[in-house]
């Protein structure tokens, strides 16, 4: 697991308060909402402050928000290719 | 055994909105159909540029109330206009109650507590309740967006029942940080202004504004109009998304107009809820259509005049009754293109022809549903004699520093103070983590005490209504809400703090976990929160309606900075305390099982006790029959409050053992819910005489008095 995709994933757990999940049950092509961990539409909003305010990425666009929500890989390679602040 | 049905006149009504102030104000702005949503201007913003909202043109200086307050009375005086008469009752509907004011506050980390006296709910129907020397029940309901009509449809309920023959009801929201950026959070806001059912509309425009309608079983000498049913249901679905295909929306709207006696075919208009955002417009019209084979003209005033939220519901409730004393009917302003996927074409005009009967719309977080039918003349029609089934209490549980139902009990058993904050792993601890992962302690309190009535019933079916009271509600989420806001320059709202942060956030999730979908309110007046989810519960609780069993509950989170702030009560104990207490109730007498009623609720006038006292049965019948008092009184109004405990004994020459609970409990405003508890157990493990009751009383500003019985 690389670094930005070991962060996302305790960040995702912190924000969203999945108490009951470590890092490995995160599996990164499973659908992310609305599949097993519970997560659904406000979730994502959360999910949508986070990026923006710890990557600089701005999703306010509903195709481009379910593109990059689907699964989590999709999430951490969007952050990779706009974020300013990952290299 | 029926009877004739007391007719429900709109007496008066006051209406303060984007729209205009008063009814020729509002009905000019509906004829020319021309949206009153500007760029917020009321107060500044740090994220340029300004969303669009609806917004009220009233002076902020002079009362020192706080806006909604402002608001609030405004209307509620245009709606007395005419009359010399005092309400026997003021119900009111808000979300916001002073926040606008706390977030100025605590901005500038101001520590002077009488500051922030008008944080609470039930201070809106307070001041009211002063400005027009109404001494009887000042009720306040927040059930988010829907919170206005079900102010009106419990003032129907207290009319058709006989206990109050005129009464004040409404909703007021005064625009502020916590709705305007917790909408603009959860991406409901349309940018370009509210277009309910429009093919391209992106969400809301959030507003402010009040209404009030005079209501009354007296027939008024001009009427403007009558309310004939009202219907209140619960999605049980989601805690801020309607249920998609508008089930809950569609049994309300059934509701009313079964409540009302008239069929789809009756109906003439529809005032829709309609806020713009893509899923509340397409579920509802789902509803509608289901319902309606061929849809009466139908609109969503909310593209002229935004969504007043608490407010929206009772405003309305107003311009329905403009419609039917001018046969007009407004137009759904901002839609230009109907949204084919919604099936239903607003009106793009407006329209004058006859209406007679209207179906007007709330829905609002927590799948909170509430539906009124008003129409132009009275409707002969006959109602079931007025239910006097017991509530019958089949579980029950608490929670206090002391910890669960029976940690709780046995210190009081052993004459030992429950007063603490148990730790909020512990408050959930029989709740599954995946539940409640976006619940924090107020709200994993209420659901732990649910779940806990629950499983004390050892009954597997869940009950169909909640009743919950809340004095301050969710105080964390709000906090965490506004502190996370002005961290980060008001630009990364927590969308899930927003949506934790309304009052009935709380009996919205007991609703989703036990699948509760009957009539689902929240109460919110102070110290005396759960006294008024049991005049809820016994208004809307019936014993041969589908809804005949309910949790009924409160529940109060301590909060670091928040609690001594706005609880002057706990404030001046010293100690953080909180907790509360839930019942499973069933509407049918079962022998053996402890009834709960209640007796009293009203202001402490001068002859307050007196009233009590009479309500109680009078001197004799209370001597006969009360066995032990649990008396509350708050430690801000110790010296009222004692003084009005003695004239009570003194009155009545009671002798019996009072307990004062709070001494027991710690000092936070559900502390008479868990008070509650005890009485029944008390009763229940046959520590009272037989035959006897446990009176459970209120003192300070407001006298309650609450019956329990073994049956």
Sequence with gaps: MDELTAQIKDKLIEILNLTDVTPEDIDENAQLVGGELGIDSIDVLEMVVMVEKDYGVVINNKEIGEKVFSTLKNLVDFIRENSPEVS | MSSKRPTIYVAGVGIVSPLGTGVDATLVALRNNSPAIAPLHVFSVQQQPPLPVGQVDIADVGSGLPRTHRLAIASAKQAMVGYDCIPDAVIVG???????????????????????????????????????????????????????????????????????????????????????????????????????????????????????????????????????????????????APHPEGTGAEHAMQKAMDDAGVTADDVDYINLHGTGTPENDLAESKAVRRLFDFPPPLSSIKGLSGHGLAASGAIEAVVSTICLENDFLPANGGCEEADPACGIVPLVTPVSQPVAAILSNSFGFGGNNACLLLADTEKESVQEEVDKAPLSIVGKACITGAGHTMDSLGRFFTLESMAGTLETKTVAEELPPRAIRRMKRFSQMALALAAAAQKDSGLEQSPHAVFMGSGWGALSETYDFLENLQDTNEQFPSPIDFVGSVHNSAAGQIAIHHGATGPNLTSSGGDYSFEQALLATEA????????????????????????????????????????????????????????IRSCFYGCAGEKGIEEMIRSLGGREDIRNKCGMILAGIPAARTQVGEQQLDQFMQETDLDVPVIHYRKFTGEFSSASAVATVMAAQLLESGQIPAGKFVMVLGFGHTLTAMELALQ
Excluded at chain 2, 120 to 149: M, P, Q
Excluded at chain 2, 207 to 233: C, I
Excluded at chain 2, 583 to 592: E, N, Q, S, T, V
């Design chain 2, 94 to 240: 808000s979300t916001t109650g002073g926040i606008s004011r706390t977030e100025k506050l605590l901005a500038e980390k101001s520590q002077d507590a009488t500051l922030y006296k008008y944080h609470g709910l039930g201070t809106v129907a307070e001041e009211i309740g002063k400005e027009l020397h109404c001494t009887g029940e000042l009720l306040s309901f927040s059930t988010a967006c829907s919170s206005g009509t079900v102010a009106i449809s419990m003032a129907c309920k207290m009319l058709e029942a006989g206990d109050a023959e005129w009464v004040l009801a409404g909703g007021a929201d005064s625009l502020c940080l916590l709705t305007y950026y917790g909408f603009h959070s959860l991406q409901l806001v349309d940018k370009k202004g509210s277009r309910p059912f429009d093919v391209s509309r992106e969400g809301m425009s959030v507003a402010e504004g009040s209404a009030f309608l005079l209501l009354s079983t007296v027939k008024p000498e001009h009427s403007h109009g009558v309310v004939l049913g009202s219907g209140l249901t619960c999605d049980a679905h989601h805690a801020a």
């Design chain 2, 540 to 595: 809307f609780l019936g014993e041969k309606t589908r809804y005949n069993t309910a949790f009924l509950l409160a529940a109060d989170e301590s909060h670091s900075p928040l609690s001594p702030l706005l609880d002057v009560s706990s404030q001046l104990s010293g100690v953080a305390a909180d907790g509360g207490g839930s019942f499973y109730l069933c509407r049918k007498a079962i022998p053996g099982k402890v009834s």
